[in-house]
């Protein structure tokens, strides 16, 4: 009887941990606007793991950045780090990425970005290792719509590129 309550309250000791246990992931959604020859680009990152990763990129050790006091705004600190940890390809040529403004929705950080004189393309090539330099479990999930078709990857610290490729009209 003993035996089987103390497994009953480990089960549920485990099973308690794993669902408090923070989540490390962001969404990133790419939109072919084929009026305006753009993608747009919109990303959910979570505000205490964007404090982190920046605090450490950064070396600024207790950024509070909600309340950054002198130096990098936000918009100046996603700018300079998202070069070097989001980039797309499309047809195997490199696109720039223009970094647009950012907005807070409760936890949640909100990044614009723009990829503009888009030509016709087919393949998209999408590596997004952010925050995967402080989490380990990071994963970084992509959406993509071209024309109505939606179509996504799961991006990983062992697999952060992957190619999504649509039919060309």
């Known amino acids: 009887?003993?035996?089987?309550?103390?497994?009953?309250?480990?089960?549920?000791?485990?099973?308690?941990?794993?669902?408090?246990?923070?989540?490390?992931?962001?969404?990133?959604?790419?939109?072919?606007?084929?009026?305006?020859k753009a993608?747009?680009?919109?990303?959910?990152?979570?505000?205490d793991d964007a404090e982190l990763t920046m605090s450490n990129h950064f070396k600024r050790p207790q950024l509070d950045i909600l309340n950054i006091q002198s130096g990098l705004t936000v918009d100046q600190m996603m700018t300079e780090y998202l070069k070097t940890h989001l980039g797309i390809t499309l047809d195997n040529k490199s696109q720039a990425i223009n970094y647009l403004g950012h907005e807070k929705e409760g936890d949640v950080f909100i990044l614009y970005l723009e990829v503009t004189n888009v030509k016709k393309w087919k393949t998209i090539?999408?590596?997004?290792?952010?925050?995967?330099?402080?989490?380990?479990?990071?994963?970084?999930?992509?959406?993509?719509?071209?024309?109505?078709?939606?179509?996504?990857?799961?991006?990983?610290?062992?697999?952060s590129v992957d190619k999504l490729t649509f039919d060309s009209k």
């Open 125 to 159: 090539q999408v590596s997004n290792d952010v925050f995967m330099e402080t989490h380990d479990d990071q994963s970084n999930l992509v959406h993509v719509t071209v024309r109505g078709q939606v179509k996504s990857m799961r991006l990983t610290k062992g697999s």
């Open 1 to 36: 009887m003993i035996s089987s309550f103390v497994s009953l309250i480990t089960t549920w000791s485990f099973a308690l941990s794993v669902f408090l246990h923070p989540m490390h992931v962001s969404v990133t959604e790419i939109e072919f606007d084929e009026k305006d």
């Open 39 to 47: 993608l747009q680009i919109m990303t959910r990152l979570f505000i």
